[in-house]
């Protein structure tokens, strides 16, 4: 669909608020297993997942893609998986993937460069009550949390 070819092109609110965000995924993650050689599988339970206001699924698209482009990065993952659920009106997002990991603790307590992209995910859902957790180990691969609850909306 052309909202779908708007998101390859770059991120479009509008394009995200005609497809919603399970179709944005979706479609990001075939485009980057595509692109990178890495194996994406995707799962979302639609009908579970709500839609919430297009400025608020942009800003959890945009997560979601950084999440991806870490994994397929720096993160060298063979294979990703994520899963897209519905929990309580909110939205629960799950990526996971089996690369090099890495030491949370270690990384957000050094300098600011080294934790700047994982900083600018949480501070992307800050406004709308959001969170994302990052689970890894060395050799262990990584898995990116993102939840975002029911309200979603942007406060000013």
């Known amino acids: 669909s052309a909202a779908l070819r708007q998101l390859s092109v770059g991120l479009r609110r509008s394009a995200i608020r005609d497809v919603g965000l399970c ?10 297993g595509q692109k990178t050689g890495v194996e994406i599988s995707f799962w979302a339970d639609q009908r579970a997942v709500p839609r ?11 997560v979601a893609r950084a999440a991806l482009q870490n994994a397929v990065g720096p993160g060298r993952a063979g294979s990703i998986s994520i ?18 990991g890495f030491d949370v603790d270690a990384v957000m307590a050094g300098p600011v460069e080294a ?7 949480q501070e992307q859902l800050r406004p709308l ?17 993102i939840d975002v609850p ?3 909306t942007e406060s000013s």
């Open 83 to 100: 899963s897209v659920a519905g929990v309580d009106g909110g939205v629960h997002i799950v990526i996971e993937d089996d690369g090099v």
């Open 129 to 145: 009550g959001g969170v994302v957790t990052f689970n890894s180990s060395p050799d262990l691969g990584t898995v990116v949390g």
């Open 115 to 121: 934790r700047f992209g994982l900083t600018a995910m």
């Open 23 to 32: 179709a944005a995924l979706r479609y990001e993650a075939t485009a980057m």
């Open 52 to 62: 919430m206001p297009a400025g608020a699924e942009s800003r959890i698209f945009r």
């Open 150 to 152: 029911a309200a979603g």
